[in-house]
């Protein structure tokens, strides 16, 4: 029993989790190269690199965990903000709208980082094992949170990012690396919005569920009163708990996904930005103009050339 103890703490030391952190920073660096991201073949793996400060960038994050092996990160979510770094993950439970930005980084200690997309069939099922105890109170945070970067969770990160060197192993070995990481999540305090989540018929679940609809059908009118039908709750209910995960309204919700696509769809495809206004679901270009420049900072075309200066699409991309 002493000598289980004392393997578990020399597991978690700082020295471990130091060694083990400027591992995950080597690998990625060698990884990336002078890329600034990477989709790689392992299903829901990001790597990204950044050599410089990054300007504020609007984007939505996916159900995700964010470890950053080197260097620090900025996101806010409807006022609040989170900083994480080399000794916090970013955890992400349901989509949302953010406004990020990498607040440390240099050429001479780039900032390195992987973002693992978290499938909640694969959450459930780990849920649904027996051994995995239910954390003593449940979660009252948004569905983001940080966490703390143990040891444990870093040697899962390496050994899932080392599948990279064998592209044979991926399909066998990646799901059950991907399960380690969200096992350690869910062991840990934070991992209580994400089990609450995925737990059929909890409120978290239920609330879940409208904003997956809000999020795939950004373009329609929305109606509270179907949208509580839908989550299978009354109106003043869902909105507190939308609110709870999300720190902002249904209706401000999707007004972030509306202004966020125009964007890309201007950037991406050319559209101008009346097009783009009424692909989203506008149905008056002012009226889009003077919110998109209340969000943004300048108006939409102005916007978009900005971003389609160097640097400016990279960055707008990033995770």
Known sequence: MHM???????????????ELRAALAGKIACFMGSEEKRVTEIPGLILV???????PVCGAYEPSVAVIAQGRKQVDLAGTTFIY???RYLLTSVDLPIVSRV?????????????????????????????LPAPEAQSDNPAMATGEVTAELLD?????????????????????????????????????????????????????????WIRANYAKPLRVEDLA??????VSTLHHHFRALTAMSPLQY???????????RMLLDGMDAA????????????????????????????????????GGVAEAAGK
């Open 156 to 212: 899962a990160c390496c050994r899932l990012v080392d599948l990279l060197d064998a592209p044979r192993d991926i399909p066998f070995l990646s799901g059950l690396v991907q399960r380690e990481i969200i096992y350690r999540i869910l062991r840990g305090p934070e991992g209580a919005r994400l089990r609450a989540i995925a737990t059929l018929g909890d409120q978290s679940h239920r609330t879940a569920k409208a904003i997956a």
């Open 85 to 87: 770094d080399e000794s």
């Open 229 to 234: 039908d839908l989550a299978g709750m009354g």
């Open 275 to 310: 097009s783009a206004a009424f692909a989203v679901g506008y149905e008056s270009a002012s009226q889009f103009n003077r919110e998109y420049s209340r969000f943004f900072g300048q108006p939409p075309m102005r916007d978009v050339r900005a971003l389609r200066l160097p």
């Open 254 to 264: 999707q007004k972030q996904f509306r202004l966020q696509t125009a964007r890309e």
């Open 4 to 18: 289980n103890n004392r393997m578990e703490d020399g597991a978690q030391s700082p020295d471990r989790v130091c």
């Open 103 to 131: 607040i440390e980084a240099s050429e001479e200690a780039p900032f390195l980082a992987m973002a693992l997309k978290l499938e909640m069939p694969v959450v459930r099922e780990l849920l649904s094992r027996e051994e």
């Open 49 to 55: 690199r950044r050599t410089s400060l990054g300007s």
